[in-house]
């Protein structure tokens, strides 16, 4: 069965790492068609807007547009325009100043233009909408063959030109990825935590297993010395080997609590739900632990004796057994206990009010932690393994229940379970 487990794991592993790979290339992808999707669309823009420059151009010198295409891709961001006819520098930069402003291509921009006089391309200018400041070309404008009228014009930031018109999609691209990563993060943390978790389990298990023989020997021995009649007729050897008796019971009540925790979270517990009657439960609970503790006072306060709910009663005993062992453990006065229910609609208040030290507003809410044991006057003096409550709450979660705890307004805490469908 476990390599059943591991081998579902593995596949639901494998799969969502096949899943975030294949996401990762499909948005890549699209990322990169976007890209080129824009840059098809910057060279019709820039085409088009070069088109309407030279019908500017020829209009100046009251000519007609040539019906061959003047303009001529010669890379990614350099076009060559042929005019075929003579025109002015500072005319062309205006027309070109404005036409891309009617085009709201706002990128940086330089050109040159062919002079017959000196059979080569003389650089005109560079031309930023952002910036004032003048820049020198370190690109080559070449010389074209067969053309005497032209200008070339080569864009040098098209690149993130085009990164920035794409802004919006990089920014949900980016929050994708950093989606996936935490996702990858957070799996690998679950892992790093259950594998801890089976560490510490199986710690658990093995030392309270190691535990359990030797005690089982010191109960067995101490049970034999206890019956001797040398024993029995002194009084001080009597009484030692009824503390031997009584705290090996004790740690031996721990290791139990301890295994079947163990046992429970490695595999959920079965409940046998039936009707129970709260008030005879809870008043059997309250004499076994007044075989441990006299003093005890505990005060029923119930609308009705007959009052049922619907739940496990091993596990149900055991949790009221728990609670109000609890109490008692950490009251540094005369325990004193009210057990109180509360009908609210279909649903009830089941609620244990003790006179205890309390707990501080810090730390009340790890009260149901495992291993957590709240540190006050009494957690010195008091053995366990902050397990009571822990367990409580475990029974409470399986029943579909909701526990709580508070402090109460003069001493002591308030465990609180909501309870629906009481009969």
Known sequence: MPVLKINKLNVVLVLGLVAIIGILVVQFFWTKQAFNNEGKKFSQTVHITLLHVVDRLYKLDNNEFPLKN??????????IVNVNNDFDAQVLEYCLKTEFERSNLLTDFE????????????????????????????????????????????????????????????????????????????????????????????FINNMTHEFKTPLSSILIASNYLAKQESIGADEKLSKYTGIIIDQSNKLNRHIEKVLNTAKSDNAPLALDKREILLVPLINNVIDQIRLKHETLKVRLDFPDEQVKIYA????????????????????????????????????CRLEFVDNGV???????????????????????????????????????????????AFNNKLSGITICLRIPNFI
Request: hydrophobic share 35%.
């Open 312 to 347: 496990d009663e091993f596990h149900f005993t055991n949790l009221v057994y728990n609670v109000i062992d609890n109490s008692v453990k950490y009251c540094e006065t005369l325990p004193e206990l009210v057990i109180r229910f509360t009908p609210e609609g279909n649903t």
């Open 111 to 202: 050109y040159a233009i062919y002079k017959c006089e000196s059979d080569e391309m003389v650089y005109g200018n560079y031309v930023s909408f952002h910036e004032k400041t003048e820049k020198k070309s370190s690109f080559h404008f070449p010389k074209q063959k067969n053309l005497v009228y032209y200008f070339a014009i080569r864009f040098p930031n098209e690149t993130s030109y085009l990164i920035g018109s794409l802004k919006f999609w990089l920014v949900l691209s980016g929050i994708l990825v950093l989606v996936l990563l935490i996702y990858v993060y957070s799996i690998f943390t679950i892992l790093q935590q259950k594998k801890y978790s089976e560490l510490q389990r199986d």
């Open 358 to 404: 309390g707990i501080p507003e810090k730390k009340i809410a790890y009260v149901f932690d495992k291993f957590y044991r709240i540190p006050n006057s009494r957690s010195n003096e008091v053995n366990g393994f902050g397990l009571g409550l822990y367990y409580v709450k475990k029974i409470c979660l399986l029943h579909e229940w909701r526990i709580n």
């Open 70 to 79: 003047p303009i001529n891709k010669i890379s990614n961001d350099y076009y």
